[in-house]
Nanobody, 123 residues
C-alpha cells in the first residue's frame, strides 16, 4: 500500500515562499505519477502540479504562471512543492496524491491521498 504524509503548511504573508513536502511510504505498488492538488474554501479540489516519477516530467496548472515548482528526492521517496510569490487566493488545503497510471490532472485518477496540509496566505 501507499501512505502519504504532507508537511510544511502554515501561515505566511502575501509575497512569501513556502515549501511543502510529501513523504511517500510505498510497498508492493508501482507509483507512476505524484501530484499536488488544493482545495480552497468553498471550492472544488483543483490540480496544482504533478510529476511522472520515473522520468521526472512535470506538469502545472495554467493559473500558477510559474510561481510553483514540483521536485523530488528519489532516495527519500519525497516530493516537494515550492511555492513562490504566494497570494491570498492560494489559501487552501494542499493535498499530495499518488497514481499508478500516467493521468496527472484529474483528481479522480489518483488512488492514494495524504491528509492535507493547510496553507494560509494573509494580505
Amino acid at each position: 500500500q501507499v501512505q502519504l504524509v504532507e508537511s510544511g503548511g502554515g501561515l505566511v504573508q502575501a509575497g512569501d515562499s513556502l515549501t511543502l513536502s510529501c513523504a511517500a511510504s510505498i510497498r508492493t505498488v508501482s507509483i507512476r505519477t505524484m501530484g499536488w492538488f488544493r482545495q480552497r474554501p468553498g471550492k472544488e479540489r483543483e490540480f496544482v502540479a504533478a510529476m511522472w516519477w520515473t522520468i521526472g516530467t512535470t506538469y502545472y496548472a495554467d493559473f500558477l504562471k510559474g510561481r510553483f515548482t514540483i521536485s523530488r528526492d528519489n532516495a527519500e521517496n519525497t516530493v516537494y512543492l515550492k511555492m513562490n510569490r504566494l497570494k491570498p487566493e492560494d489559501t487552501a488545503v494542499y493535498y499530495c496524491a499518488a497514481n499508478v497510471g500516467f493521468a496527472y490532472s484529474d483528481f479522480e485518477a489518483y488512488e492514494y491521498w495524504g491528509q492535507g496540509t493547510q496553507v494560509t496566505v494573509s494580505s
